[in-house]
Every structure is written in C-alpha cells, then in structure tokens.
C-alpha cells in the first residue's frame, strides 16, 4: 500500500495529535518513558507517515532547495493541531 503525503493527509495527523495528546496527557503521570512512547505513537510517526512521507522530492534534492509541498503540508499540520487543542480547551471548559 503506497500512501502518499497531501495536505488532508496532514491535516488528519494533526486533528489525531490534536485530540488523543491532550487526552492522554494527564494519565502519563512522571515517566519519562511514558512520555517517549506516547509522543513517538502520537504525534512522530502520524508525522512521518502522513505529514513527511517516506520518499523525497526529486526536484526539491536535485536543486538543493526546501520542498514547498513539504513546508505546506507541515504548516497544514501545525495549524491543525493547535487549533484542535484550543477547540478541545473551549468545549471541555
């Protein structure tokens, strides 16, 4: 299964780390462990599977630049997570 990075695909991995972060965050109690595994299950590998991807732009590596798509995606990410966070804030206060 070839799953290839779009904005959408960005946006659902920052609609999930948005939502289960938060949930999850007061039951990791003081574990540094506990911390490592959520943040890696959480939010590094929907970022690397649906944000990042596992394959590079040819262009982009080529010429020796910063991939657009890859900062558009990124940014779509960012800014859907932390305005799921503050939605979560409003509706559970």
Known sequence: MKLTPTPITAAIAGL????VMPLIWPRLGDETLNWVFA???????????LVVGF??????????????????RVTIWLV???ATVALMKILLA
């Open 16 to 19: 999930f780390a948005g939502i």
């Open 39 to 49: 943040f890696l299950l959480v939010v590094a590998l929907p970022v690397h599977v």
């Open 55 to 72: 394959t590079s732009s040819r262009e982009a590596r080529a010429a020796g630049v910063l991939d657009a798509a890859l900062l558009k």
């Open 80 to 82: 859907a997570a932390v």
